[in-house]
T-cell receptor, first 112, second 113 residues
Framework: GDSVTQMEGPVTLSEEAFLTINCTYT??????LFWYVQYPGEGLQLLLK?????DKGSNKGFEATYRKETTSFHLEKGSVQVSDSAVYFC???????????FGAGTRLFVKA | DVKVTQSSRYLVKRTGEKVFLECVQD?????MFWYRQDPGLGLRLIYF???????EKGDIPEGYSVSREKKERFSLILESASTNQTSMYLC????????????FGSGTRLTVV
């Protein structure tokens, strides 16, 4: 079945450092791919998405490109802030499906 | 601002009680979902509904039921609460189709004592 694998955390960075969180997927169809963010004590929020191969999703300085050839959707940000500290979830939603498959989440700590 | 509202942020219930968790969305979304989130186990789907009065079991439906009598409301019912149902419960909604992401509520932290 479909699955999402993302790098284990926690990831600890200093403010203004470059961020990459790796995500790979397996899917039989042509899924859409998503990144969600969860701040402490809150529900998940949709951060960005890409609906087809080579699409780039972006929001709040975060970016991810849908790479069909490597089945990847890595999250990047050029300069992280303390306020980016959160848990990040990679996810896919397959065509014709109602459900979304979530990765295990990667916790990010950003130090001032 | 569009939103998904969960009726309680924190709830404490006794073992054996029947517990109702309510979720309301104001976006006219067809699909609604209930997840539980536990440390080390990630998000696990309990039940979902793709339309009014429709429901489907997710990955861990045992001990739970759901009700969707109106499009905007999706209720999760713990028939007889047990301590292993202590968890964070997250409700989400979306439009139908792979291109659409979910909108989540803020969660209900349920403790069963």
């Amino acid at each position: 079945g479909d699955s999402v694998t993302q790098m284990e955390g926690p990831v600890t960075l200093s403010e203004e450092a470059f961020l990459t969180i790796n995500c790979t997927y397996t899917a039989t169809g042509y899924p859409s791919l998503f990144w969600y963010v969860q701040y402490p004590g809150e529900g998940l929020q949709l951060l960005l998405k890409a609906t087809k191969a080579d699409d780039k999703g972006s929001n709040k300085g975060f970016e991810a490109t849908y790479r069909k050839e490597t089945t990847s959707f890595h999250l990047e940000k050029g300069s992280v802030q303390v306020s980016d500290s959160a848990v990040y979830f990679c996810a896919l939603r397959d065509t014709g499906g109602f459900k979304t498959i979530f990765g295990a989440g990667t916790r990010l700590f950003v130090k001032a | 601002d569009v939103k998904v509202t969960q009726s309680s942020r924190y709830l404490v219930k006794r073992t054996g009680e029947k517990v109702f968790l309510e979720c309301v969305q104001d976006m006219d979304h067809e699909n609604m979902f209930w997840y539980r989130q536990d440390p080390g186990l990630g998000l696990r789907l309990i039940y979902f509904s793709y339309d009014v009065k429709m429901k489907e079991k997710g990955d861990i439906p045992e001990g739970y039921s759901v009700s969707r009598e109106k499009k905007e409301r999706f209720s999760l019912i713990l028939e007889s609460a047990s301590t292993n149902q202590t968890s964070m419960y997250l409700c989400a909604s979306s439009l139908s189709g792979a291109d659409y992401g979910y909108t989540f509520g803020s969660g209900t932290r349920l403790t069963v004592v």
